[in-house]
């Protein structure tokens, strides 16, 4: 068994009684702790090349999901709007800088089976990013690969999360795009 969060009161030192559920209270302090799904910052990067507009994607290089495609993005920091941690990921995952204030809420959804997380997708904008314009990508622990995908065919065999593949699902049908993913990188 992993050690487990929340055994002894963070306040008090108090161990809790079992069964370990939350919201649990301290038998001392009367202290409750809460597990609060957790929001996730997640951006739709429409990039323009060679004519296409594609979705900017990032190959993993850890778990969960190493080795395949994902939409960028993750938690946010104490100081940051959903926005700003957004652009945050973008920049330290891509090299790809997009104005935090560009990005339009998109979609909201929560994770299952466990509600755990609430994915909150933006797009940034208005315009595509330049493709031809990016600086060189290094490939780092993190990230192997920068690259885009221009269709929602075959999304669900190469990316890591089914709420990212509808994510895509949904940006490439808003604008009639049926197609192939098409990766590429960049
Ligand atoms: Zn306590």
Redesign the pocket.
């Known amino acids: 068994m992993p050690p487990a969060r929340d055994t002894y009161?963070s306040?008090?030192?108090?161990a809790y009684a079992p069964p370990l559920a939350y919201p649990r209270s301290?038998p001392?302090?009367?202290?409750q702790v809460w597990a609060n799904p957790i929001p996730v910052s997640v951006v739709l990067v429409p990039v323009a090349r060679d004519g296409r507009t594609g979705l900017l994607v990032v190959r993993r290089g850890i778990e969960p999901g190493r080795g395949k495609l994902a939409l960028v993005g993750g938690f946010l920091e104490e100081h940051e709007t959903w926005a700003e941690g957004g652009a945050r990921e973008i920049r330290e995952e891509t090299g790809v800088v997009v104005d935090a204030a560009s990005l339009a809420p998109f979609w909201f959804t929560s994770t299952s089976p466990r509600p755990n997380r609430v994915l909150l997708f933006s797009i940034a904008g208005p315009a595509p990013v330049d493709g031809g314009a990016l600086e060189a990508f290094e490939a780092n622990a993190e990230t192997l690969e920068r690259g885009l995908v221009f269709g929602p065919g075959g999304l669900a065999e190469v990316f890591a999360f089914a709420l990212h593949v509808e994510a895509a699902r949904r940006f490439f049908e808003a604008r009639g795009a049926d197609g192939p993913h098409g990766f590429v990188t960049v």
């Open positions: 009161c306040f008090c030192g108090t301290c001392s302090c009367k202290t």
